[in-house]
């Protein structure tokens, strides 16, 4: 009993199934030597005197020590020369750090020097208007502080560095990020800037074994926005997170010093900006979650989490079809077909002969018509831009550092540098376009992976060093005018922290040329493995609704009306998932039988929308040879839980199946119905699941409702 009390104790404090009492907080401990930056989840403790370093950093729910080691809190390189920023010094044994050890620690008068803090309100680091259905409309609440550093450097004088944390009520993340404020009357060359240094704790002793073969340090997740490539992952886009040796902690297992616990924040290319007299320079972001599980779907739920909590323009997720024709009266007919079947948004897509550089009156006059007839109808109208893998000419293209040839060094074979004079006037267009037409979303097919540009030429940066850090500067700041406008953005690249709002859910292309029936296994593979760590509204699918990527009949859908059966359940295996496919064709319907069949399938999204796009948990994946499926689950919600379960094989089947409930917040019964039947009472056992007896059509579906 006393297990069983403790257990329902702890759940009762989890922060994944209700809400924590306690805000965060900044204050003052040990006589004012002490910043403690706290929200009841995690704590961080910043000493003061005689320089500002981190002391201290918990996980407040496990008690779980995340510094070993004390480091500097930034390192910046000016002028050609590194300099910490923060730092103490004195620390003998770096397998783990006595807190009595501190009061002995001494500065060096050649790091900058702490001077004062700030505690402030947390601000949004750019404007956000949600046009579209939102899941959360509320952005963060929590405190921040800002510690100010300057130099005794007679060169660095008049310059400041101010290393700003912000900390989230209600959930385990601190976000930490550097400034420069030039106010030297000199310009100022910033190198690099590492913005975060934490010696932690090793993941594993092996007394043999290269850092990057040895396991990371698990629990402590660091998302920053300095990612791209075009993996659709985080982990695998991320460009400046590194995680170190430490050769000055001697006490290690590994013989050769060579355990992976140091980790830094910083571009890998560096900075490479000249900062003018009056200017200031902002870092890379970084966002640290501190996990206290080793469970997949639990840190899967704790990042999705992250993401709703403090980016929620990723919780937008309108209902749109991809149009493949700028023709006025296809595109008022497919507007017309959205408004009359409850879709919300058309984007002309690629292929559709949209051209958004096009920035003439009699462009803008064509598509700002259409606009206001797809306003008029309540639809919104968005369209597709192509940016990367395409070549401009070689006083545009990105420059390969190595040949001094264009069409060399770009990531996906050719693209035009976004500071040349061609990527600048770009810019100009596309906003030019968007303002003027109205126009309610952008599919922006990069500039996604990072390319590098030798130019000197290029009016917008000035040579190699800054071109890779001044181009995703540019992005960042279009995706940011468009927030501030209500514009939709969908970005094939990991830019969610900077405002985009949906990725690709990963697929490989070329399978859309496969069968009806390959792709309807492979969709349901797509969403479960792409769901672990992305939320359904950061992510999108695709249906090809005609010829795509080749193929034959078997693989499209046209016509809609002869291929209903395969239609809806496509439909639904996405909308099922919370997850909005690019329905990509000429029209949602082509009789009143496939109308109905659109219609029915929307209402019921709708329907059940709020729980649809709450979090997943993975119940089987598919395979072809038995049932698959998944559940969604949302305490906060009438609807608890919805599980959708598919059945691959020729012929009905009954399968007994445990559905984990610990995170729809139940804890002794839950009335559980199948579609819009009967809700039967289930008794959860101790660990908080239910058995169930359901029956699946054969090659086809069903849906249950947990509450």
């Known amino acids: 009993m006393l297990l069983i009390l403790l257990a329902l ?44 370093a981190t002391v201290s950093y918990k996980n407040l729910t496990t008690n779980e020590q995340f510094v070993r080691s004390v480091r500097p809190e930034a390192r910046v390189t000016l002028n050609g ?53 939102t899941a959360n409309k509320n952005l963060p609440t929590g405190k921040g502080v800002v510690l100010y550093f300057a130099s005794n450097n007679a060169e660095l004088k008049g310059v400041e560095v101010a290393v700003h944390y912000e900390i989230f009520d209600g959930i385990p993340v601190l976000e930490k990020w550097v400034t420069i404020e030039n106010k030297s009357g000199n310009e100022l060359k910033i190198n690099q800037v590492v913005n975060e240094i934490l010696a932690t704790p090793e993941e594993e002793s092996a007394v043999v074994g290269k850092p990057e073969k040895m396991k990371k340090p698990h629990k402590l997740y660091i998302e920053n926005n300095f990612a791209y490539n075009n993996a659709m992952r985080y982990e695998l886009s991320d460009q400046a997170t590194h995680w170190k040796i430490d050769s ?75 149009l493949i024709s700028t023709e006025p009266e296809k595109v008022k007919s497919v507007i017309d077909q959205c408004a009359e079947t409850g879709y919300e948004m058309v984007i002309l897509s690629f292929g559709s002969g949209l051209n958004m550089e096009d920035a003439s009156d009699a462009n803008i006059q064509k598509f700002k018509s259409l606009a206001d007839y797809a306003h008029s109808k309540g639809i919104k109208l968005g369209g597709y831009s192509l940016f990367s893998s395409r070549r401009i000419d070689d006083e545009n293209d990105v420059i390969d550092p190595v040949t001094g040839l264009p069409d060399k060094a770009a990531f996906f074979g050719h693209a035009p540098c976004l500071a040349s004079k061609w990527g600048i006037n770009y810019l100009k267009s596309i906003k030019k376009f968007i303002t003027e037409t109205g126009f309610d979303l952008l599919e922006h097919d990069g500039p996604y992976p990072g390319d590098v540009c030798a130019s000197t030429k290029h009016p917008g940066h000035k040579g190699l060093d800054d071109s890779q850090w001044v181009q995703m500067s540019m992005q960042k700041e279009l995706y940011q005018w468009l927030n501030g406008r209500g514009v939709y953005i969908n970005a094939p690249d990991w830019y969610f922290l900077d ?35 992305k939320t359904p509204s950061m992510s999108w699918g695709f249906v090809p609704l005609t010829k795509y ?63 649809l796009n709450s979090d997943i948990l ?85 849906w249950l409702v947990v509450e």
């Open 9 to 52: 104790t702890a759940r009762a404090q989890d922060w994944l199934v209700a809400p924590i009492a306690p805000k965060s907080e900044v204050k003052l401990l040990k006589n004012g030597r002490i910043i403690e930056i706290s929200n009841g989840l995690i704590a961080r403790q910043i000493q003061i005197s005689p320089n500002a």
């Open 81 to 133: 020369k590194s300099y910490n920023v923060g730092g103490l010094y004195g620390q003998k044994e770096h397998a783990y750090m006595l807190e009595e050890w501190t009061d002995t620690f001494s500065g060096n008068s050649t790091d900058f020097q702490f001077v004062r803090h700030e505690i402030v309100a947390i601000k949004p680091h750019f404007e956000w208007k949600p046009t579209t259905w």
């Open 248 to 322: 000055s902690y001697t006490s290690q297992v590994n013989y050769y010093l060579e355990t992976p616990c140091v980790v830094e924040v910083y571009p890998m290319l560096g900075v490479g900006i000249d900062l003018a007299a009056k200017e200031s320079y902002t870092s890379i972001r970084s966002y640290e979650l501190l996990l206290d599980s080793y469970d997949r779907e639990r840190n899967g739920l704790a990042r999705r989490k992250m993401y709703r909590t403090l980016f929620p323009w990723t919780t937008q997720n309108p209902i749109f079809m991809h």
């Open 499 to 533: 405002g985009s709002h949906k990725i690709a859910l990963g697929y490989r292309e070329v399978n859309f040329s496969l069968s009806r029936a390959q792709q309807k296994i492979l969709n349901r593979q797509n969403i479960y493995d792409g769901l672990w760590e």
């Open 549 to 611: 990527q080749g193929g034959t009949a078997d693989a499209v859908l046209e016509p809609l009306s002869e291929h209903l059966t395969d239609y809806k359940q496509l439909m639904m295996q996405y909308y099922g998932a919370g997850v909005q496919a690019c329905y990509r064709g000429p029209r949602l319907y082509d009789t009143d039988a496939t109308k109905q069949v659109v219609k029915e399938t929307i209402d019921w999204y709708k329907k059940y929308r709020d729980i």
């Open 618 to 702: 993975h119940l089987r994946r598919p395979d072809g040879r038995d049932w698959d499926g998944i559940m969604h689950v949302n305490p906060a919600l009438k609807e608890k839980g919805l599980m959708m379960v598919y059945n691959p094989l020729k012929e009905a089947i009954t399968r007994k199946i445990k559905l984990p409930l610990y995170y729809t917040g139940l804890s002794k019964e839950a009335m559980i119905r199948t579609q819009e039947g009967k809700a039967a009472k289930y008794v959860l056992d101790r660990n908080y699941n239910a058995e169930i007896t359901v029956t699946i059509p054969a090659e086809g579906y069903t």
